[in-house]
């Protein structure tokens, strides 16, 4: 008796087709995160174009569409939902959000698999709620506003010039303050210091542009801390 090892055209693509359901799984086991986002269905492409300017803004990530907050894969119900992801990324992202989309079939149901690079063109935003153009980040599972002080830091390195600042008494409480206690808000830096939130503010952003100190965004607050990779010379 003789057999016939070659794969043949129907065992190839049933190995796909189980390739394709566990990668979307394994995916998805991972669940919510910086990075990652489900969405059950596309019903709105200002409320998506927010989750793609995030994404760009911060560490990029994908969109699984087709899929639920808890993890089921319920399937993309038409392919409008494509050309709406199309419509936010062109539409309602300054400037254009670029992304790409593969198709995978889990179970009989499809699932759009749609990948957001980070990118240095930003910032990107989106409209709000009351179509107020905003520019969000990502933090953790959530999309949130970016702060004036990170909006000012952006601004600052897109226009590649360098900055000189003065080491006056602002900066050495501040410096002297995160040396003792390894954090502080801005808030608590206003209060320390006796100063207004604007001059608070282009302390802060000076520091960052210059990787003296770096920022952490929170859901609740923003922290700022000296740079680790800060080396003295």
């Given amino acids: 008796m003789i057999f016939n090892n070659k794969p043949t055209p129907q065992s190839f693509t049933f190995k796909y087709f189980l390739y394709m359901s566990s990668y979307i799984r394994k995916l998805i086991e991972l669940g919510e995160h910086q990075q990652q986002d489900f969405k059950f269905e596309i019903s709105d492409s200002k409320k998506i174009a ?114 000189t600042i003065r080491y006056t008494d602002k900066e050495k409480i501040l410096l002297d303050y995160i040396d003792n206690e390894g954090v502080i808000t801005l808030p608590k830096f206003r209060a320390i210091a006796g100063i207004s939130r604007k001059v608070a503010e282009k302390v802060l952003v000076d520091l960052i542009t210059l990787k003296i100190i770096r920022m952490d965004v929170t859901e609740k607050e923003v922290y700022y801390h000296i740079n680790p990779n800060l080396r003295d010379d």
Avoid at 79 to 90: L, T
Avoid at 96 to 108: A, I, L, R, T
């Fill in 50 to 163: 927010r989750s793609l300017a995030a994404f760009s803004n911060t560490d990029g990530g994908k969109l699984l569409v087709g899929v639920k907050d808890n993890g089921i894969v319920a399937g993309v119900r038409s392919e409008e939902e494509y050309y709406m992801v199309e419509a936010a990324a062109q539409l309602h992202c300054q400037p254009e959000v670029e992304f790409k989309m593969k198709e995978w079939n889990v179970d009989g149901k499809m699932v759009l698999e749609i990948d957001i690079p980070k990118s240095k063109n930003g910032p990107y935003s989106a409209p709000d709620k009351d179509g107020k153009w905003m520019v969000y980040i990502r933090v953790k599972d959530q999309n949130i506003l970016a702060n004036t002080v990170l909006l000012r830091v952006w601004q600052l390195e897109k226009r590649k010039k360098g900055i």
